[in-house]
């Protein structure tokens, strides 16, 4: 992979390319969640490679894109956008994995011309009346208690919480190591305030495919997966044997939902 970066006066956003050998090809735009990085996706990189451009992308305030400055969903959109004009990629596939998958949401709804189709990871609904008010309440303290938490006890819980492989409890750990405590908590606390900004629902103009794993316990995650697809109509797939970071606990399983929706439903060939 290629890496680069864009540049705004927010601070510098990093991203690595994947080029296909047929320039048509379409492209998947891959956006990890909280507390991760690029390196989520390292087990779709090998599957996907031979048919796709593949983008992987460490969002504002993760990975190599910190420092980071006024950190929102709408921002971090604009910085997607400004990587897709320079890689002068019009049209894409959007997965979006947990907070990622605002990130998504708020793209589609900017630009919804340039999204094919959209596939979240244990995401949920970018839109506060989804949410009761109790949750909504609940959710804002979130970012309290994970600054309380000692610090190793934090990177430890996150990555269990997320994870419930072998592999994919030390993917998961070794991303959230390479962040200090301050880092983290700095990540929570600005995504949780940009949260609950969003008063309409994104509506889709595309294909869309929730996924969730069997055993993603981390908050009310699974349920609003669920409330979101019935109130829509998009389909939810669960994942067996896996828990947040659905698609690499079990990625086999994962990859292979993801190419059957995209051949079925994105004409895939």
Same mark, same amino acid.
């Given at each position: 992979?290629?890496?680069? /970066?864009?540049?705004?006066?927010?601070?510098?956003?990093?991203?690595?390319?994947?080029?296909?050998?047929?320039?048509?090809?379409? &492209?998947?735009?891959?956006?990890?969640?909280?507390?991760?990085?690029? %390196?989520?996706?390292?087990?779709?990189?090998?599957?996907?490679?031979?048919?796709?451009?593949?983008?992987?992308?460490?969002?504002?305030?993760?990975?190599?894109?910190?420092?980071? %400055?006024?950190?929102?969903?709408?921002?971090?959109?604009?910085?997607? @956008?400004?990587?897709?004009?320079?890689?002068?990629?019009? @049209?894409?596939?959007?997965?979006? %994995?947990?907070?990622?998958?605002?990130?998504?949401? =708020?793209?589609?709804?900017?630009?919804? =011309?340039?999204?094919?189709?959209?596939?979240?990871?244990?995401?949920?609904?970018?839109?506060?009346?989804?949410?009761?008010?109790?949750? /909504?309440?609940?959710?804002?303290?979130?970012?309290?208690?994970?600054?309380?938490?000692?610090?190793?006890?934090?990177?430890?819980?996150?990555?269990?919480?997320?994870?419930?492989?072998?592999?994919?409890?030390?993917?998961?750990?070794?991303?959230?190591?390479?962040?200090?405590?301050?880092?983290?908590?700095?990540?929570?606390?600005?995504?949780?305030?940009? $949260?609950?900004?969003?008063?309409?629902?994104?509506?889709?103009? &595309?294909?869309?495919? /929730?996924?969730?794993?069997?055993?993603?316990?981390?908050?009310?995650?699974?349920?609003? &997966? $669920?409330?979101?697809?019935?109130?829509?109509?998009?389909?939810? %797939?669960?994942?067996?044997?896996?828990?947040?970071?659905?698609?690499?606990?079990?990625?086999?399983?994962?990859?292979?939902?993801?190419? @059957?929706? /995209?051949?079925?439903?994105?004409?895939?060939?």
């Amino acid at each position: 992979m290629v890496g680069k /970066l864009v540049s705004s006066s927010r601070g510098a956003t990093y991203y690595w390319v994947e080029q296909n050998e047929k320039p048509d090809a379409p &492209c998947i735009v891959f956006t990890h969640g909280i507390a991760a990085n690029h %390196h989520l996706f390292d087990k779709q990189l090998p599957y996907f490679k031979w048919g796709y451009h593949m983008i992987f992308w460490d969002l504002p305030l993760h990975g190599r894109s910190r420092p980071y %400055h006024e950190f929102s969903f709408a921002h971090a959109a604009e910085d997607l @956008k400004a990587i897709l004009d320079r890689e002068q990629m019009e @049209k894409v596939i959007l997965i979006g %994995h947990g907070i990622g998958g605002y990130v998504c949401q =708020e793209f589609a709804a900017q630009w919804p =011309e340039r999204v094919s189709a959209f596939l979240g990871i244990g995401a949920m609904p970018f839109g506060i009346p989804f949410y009761s008010a109790a949750d /909504l309440k609940e959710l804002r303290r979130i970012p309290m208690f994970v600054k309380r938490l000692p610090e190793t006890l934090l990177r430890t819980s996150l990555a269990k919480r997320h994870a419930q492989t072998r592999y994919g409890y030390h993917n998961a750990l070794a991303m959230v190591e390479q962040m200090s405590k301050r880092e983290i908590v700095n990540a929570f606390s600005a995504a949780y305030a940009d $949260r609950f900004t969003r008063e309409d629902v994104v509506e889709f103009q &595309c294909p869309v495919l /929730l996924t969730i794993g069997a055993m993603d316990y981390a908050g009310k995650i699974a349920e609003y &997966c $669920r409330i979101w697809s019935e109130q829509t109509g998009y389909p939810m %797939h669960v994942i067996p044997d896996a828990s947040h970071n659905a698609n690499a606990d079990n990625f086999d399983a994962f990859n292979d939902v993801v190419n @059957k929706f /995209l051949h079925r439903q994105v004409n895939i060939k």
